[in-house]
């Protein structure tokens, strides 16, 4: 066990199961709650904080690909005209049509 997680004062999963609605309380109001067994965390219950959920999901959002993947050339060429007209058309779902 590391000695960060000997200095914390953590609750026994036990009790955090009969005592949840208490440590939540306590978390709203800006208390960090650690859960563990045998003395050593395991979770954290904090307050719900909108605007930071939202910047890491921003984060998370906008440029997440950059990087993992490459285009092969001309990938945003015009289509073929016979697939253009085929998304105008019923052919091939006439049983389909109405």
């Not at 563990?36 to 440029?63: D, S």
């Amino acid at each position: 066990m590391s000695r960060l997680a000997e200095r914390i004062d953590t609750v026994p999963i036990h009790e955090a199961k009969s005592s949840l609605s208490k440590l939540v309380k306590r978390a709203a109001v800006g208390e960090t709650i650690y859960i563990g067994a045998y003395g050593k965390p395991q979770a954290v219950i904090t307050a719900f904080n909108p605007a930071k959920m939202r910047a890491e999901l921003r984060k998370q959002a906008f440029g997440c690909m950059k990087g993992k993947m490459e285009l092969p050339e001309g990938w945003d060429a015009p289509l073929p005209d016979d697939i253009i007209e085929s998304f105008y058309s019923m052919k091939g779902f006439e049983e389909f049509a109405q």
